[in-house]
T-cell receptor, first 114, second 113 residues
Framework: DTAVSQTPKYLVTQMGNDKSIKCEQNLGHDTMYWYKQDSKKFLKIMFS???????INETVPNRFSPKSPDKAHLNLHINSLELGDSAVYFC?????????????FGQGTRLTVV | DQQVKQNSPSLSVQEGRISILNCDYT??????FLWYKKYPAEGPTFLIS?????DKNEDGRFTVFLNKSAKHLSLHIVPSQPGDSAVYFC????????????FGTGTRLKVLA
């Protein structure tokens, strides 16, 4: 039973299209994240949501719009895709509280824009 | 501004020997540090962590050491096994409420049989 699952695993699309990536966690965590791993393999935070509320937007272009319908889901919609958006996108979740804990990651979505 | 750095992009170690992966950080506000392991086409998986109030944490073959004055942490794997071959990321965060983990650039470990 996968803790953090994201779909699709691979996504190939043309420039200018709009696409969505879905993420669900069954860990009961209150915080979810989107990370981007670019061609240089940096893992960079894009967004974090706590209890469905946007907490961090790390200077991401507004073509990227996350949506959290409930605590267990955080979807990422990308408008007008550009070549530079090609990367692996990881969803993650954690329980933010008194005690520090680790984040759990999904398997990633490899987005290729052609 | 890379707040968490892993200066060795790769490391090769003979099976059975010790692997030592290093990580440096610049932000003195970090108080919780983590190591993740990543296989190709998979997400990072949590390995071990350490709070800034400790200088060592051990879990089986994995030990993390933290030197706060040097802003340095290391991961020791003893003995190394071929299945340990992966990319290792260190990460750091603040106390509760930070809502993000800052990752290093990763070190690719290859354990030779």
């Amino acid at each position: 039973d996968t803790a953090v699952s994201q779909t699709p695993k691979y996504l190939v699309t043309q420039m200018g299209n709009d696409k969505s990536i879905k993420c669900e966690q069954n860990l009961g965590h209150d915080t979810m994240y989107w990370y981007k791993q670019d061609s240089k393999k940096f893992l960079k935070i894009m967004f974090s949501y706590n209890n469905k509320e946007l907490i961090i937007n790390e200077t991401v272009p507004n073509r990227f719009s996350p949506k959290s319908p409930d605590k267990a889901h955080l979807n990422l919609h990308i408008n007008s895709l550009e070549l530079g958006d090609s990367a692996v996108y990881f969803c993650a979740s954690s329980q933010v509280g008194q005690r520090n804990t680790e984040a759990f990651f999904g398997q990633g979505t490899r987005l290729t824009v052609v | 501004d890379q707040q968490v750095k892993q200066n060795s992009p790769s490391l090769s170690v003979q099976e059975g020997r010790i692997s030592i992966l290093n990580c440096d950080y610049t932000n003195s506000m970090f108080d919780y540090f983590l190591w993740y392991k990543k296989y190709p086409a998979e997400g990072p998986t949590f390995l071990i962590s350490i709070s800034s109030i400790k200088d060592k944490n051990e879990d089986g073959r994995f030990t993390v050491f933290l030197n706060k004055s040097a802003k340095h942490l290391s991961l020791h794997i003893v003995p190394s096994q071929p299945g340990d071959s992966a990319v290792y990321f260190c990460a750091a965060t603040w106390s509760s409420g930070t809502y993000k983990y800052i990752f290093g650039t990763g070190t690719r470990l290859k354990v030779l049989a």
